[in-house]
């Protein structure tokens, strides 16, 4: 019978200043649950609970995914938590190349590495520098690299404002060709999601539209199942992007899928700046579903001082377990 028998708080220091339409990281706090038998000590558990305050005040759903993390990695004695191709060694998840905010410079630098590194999906954290700017940049891309080549993704994080300013940016954005948009507007604006999902002609993916605090103060207890089938119903997102920590752990993340392939909803998943602790867990649970599209799996990464030990390696633009 699994305990607790310890919490340990840890600081992950990002390589670089971490930019969002939201404000910067540098550091993340996260803290580490351990269990282990109450007679058997070496049988242990570890899970990561790693709340993102300025997204999520209410830490049910991260304390959640600490819990069934933790209760995977005991139950399955290994960090190779489950029997699949991926961790098995045999087949990889394709991920995303993520672009983080910063001068016009830089992110252009850093758009240059990633396809250097193999990256046949890339994508911009946009709404933070001049939005002529970031039109540059993705003309840039597909200047040289057209979409059969590379896929481009964009995330807004709520920075367009509804109305004919977020109409007229998804317009612009439309032709180059664009795989989606995340979250283009604010979570809370049900009615103006709506219209522009429907009027859109660049497909939008729901991501912060999910997390239960900012949906008008309600909290996780009150994201019943019928909740959130009202909510892909009146909204018709072409997208969900799930964060177990956010979004109701693997259990909540698995409810979500199963609502909105009942409405013909696309999804995939990523990371929340976990460690390598909450990563490998997301990642054995995605690869329960075998994506075809890439998920949003390369936060290992960001950080100087991440949790080794894990058997995640990145080869090219998919993540192996080895």
Same mark, same amino acid.
């Given at each position: 019978?699994?305990?607790?028998?310890?919490?340990?708080?840890?600081?992950?220091?990002?390589?670089?200043?971490?930019?969002?339409?939201?404000?910067?990281?540098?550091?993340?706090?996260?803290?580490?649950?351990?269990?282990?038998?109450?007679?058997?000590?070496?049988?242990?558990?570890?899970?990561?609970?790693?709340?993102?305050?300025?997204?999520?005040?209410?830490?049910?759903?991260?304390?959640?995914?600490?819990?069934?993390?933790?209760?995977?990695?005991?139950?399955?004695?290994?960090?190779?938590?489950?029997?699949?191709?991926?961790?098995?060694?045999?087949?990889?998840?394709?991920?995303?190349?993520?672009?983080?905010?910063?001068?016009?410079?830089?992110?252009?630098?850093?758009?240059?590495?990633?396809?250097?590194?193999?990256?046949?999906?890339?994508?911009?954290?946009?709404?933070?520098?001049?939005?002529?700017?970031?039109?540059?940049?993705?003309?840039?891309?597909?200047?040289?690299?057209?979409?059969?080549?590379?896929?481009?993704?964009?995330?807004?994080?709520?920075?367009?404002?509804?109305?004919?300013?977020? !109409?007229? @940016? #998804?317009?612009?954005?439309?032709? $180059?060709?664009?795989?989606?948009? +995340?979250?283009? *507007?604010?979570?809370? %604006?049900?009615?103006? !999601?709506? @219209? #522009?999902?429907?009027?859109?002609? $660049?497909?939008?993916?729901?991501? +912060?539209?999910? *997390?239960?605090?900012? %949906?008008?103060?309600?909290?996780?207890?009150?994201?019943?199942?019928?909740?959130?089938?009202?909510?892909?119903? +009146?909204?018709?997102?072409?997208?969900?992007?799930?964060?177990?920590?956010?979004?109701?752990?693997?259990?909540?993340?698995?409810?979500?899928?199963?609502?909105?392939?009942?409405?013909?909803?696309?999804?995939?998943?990523?990371?929340?700046?976990?460690?390598?602790?909450?990563?490998?867990?997301?990642?054995?649970?995605?690869?329960?579903?075998?994506?075809?599209?890439?998920?949003?799996?390369?936060?290992?990464?960001?950080?100087?001082?991440?949790?080794?030990?894990?058997?995640?390696?990145?080869?090219?633009?998919?993540?192996?377990?080895?």
């Amino acid at each position: 019978m699994p305990i607790i028998s310890k919490i340990t708080p840890y600081t992950l220091k990002f390589k670089f200043v971490a930019g969002t339409s939201r404000g910067s990281y540098t550091e993340h706090k996260v803290k580490f649950l351990h269990l282990a038998d109450e007679v058997d000590s070496s049988h242990i558990g570890i899970g990561e609970f790693a709340p993102l305050p300025d997204l999520s005040p209410d830490t049910s759903s991260a304390m959640l995914f600490a819990m069934e993390t933790a209760l995977w990695h005991y139950n399955a004695r290994t960090l190779k938590l489950s029997d699949t191709p991926f961790s098995r060694g045999e087949q990889g998840i394709p991920i995303n190349g993520l672009i983080w905010m910063g001068d016009y410079d830089t992110m252009k630098a850093r758009i240059e590495e990633k396809i250097a590194q193999g990256f046949r999906c890339v994508k911009l954290k946009i709404g933070a520098i001049n939005f002529a700017d970031e039109i540059d940049l993705l003309k840039r891309i597909r200047s040289r690299y057209p979409r059969e080549v590379i896929e481009l993704r964009v995330d807004a994080n709520g920075a367009f404002a509804p109305g004919d300013d977020a !109409m007229s @940016k #998804l317009d612009t954005l439309a032709k $180059l060709e664009l795989h989606s948009i +995340e979250q283009p *507007i604010r979570a809370g %604006q049900w009615k103006e !999601m709506a @219209k #522009l999902c429907k009027e859109s002609p $660049l497909p939008i993916a729901l991501d +912060e539209e999910l *997390i239960p605090c900012l %949906q008008n103060g309600s909290s996780f207890e009150s994201y019943t199942a019928e909740y959130k089938r009202s909510l892909l119903s +009146e909204i018709k997102p072409q997208y969900i992007i799930l964060k177990p920590s956010l979004h109701g752990a693997m259990s909540g993340c698995d409810e979500w899928i199963r609502l909105a392939q009942e409405q013909n909803i696309g999804w995939w998943a990523t990371s929340a700046l976990e460690s390598n602790v909450g990563l490998n867990a997301i990642a054995h649970w995605v690869a329960k579903y075998n994506p075809s599209i890439p998920q949003g799996l390369g936060t290992g990464q960001i950080y100087s001082n991440n949790i080794e030990g894990y058997p995640l390696q990145l080869i090219r633009d998919e993540m192996y377990c080895v």
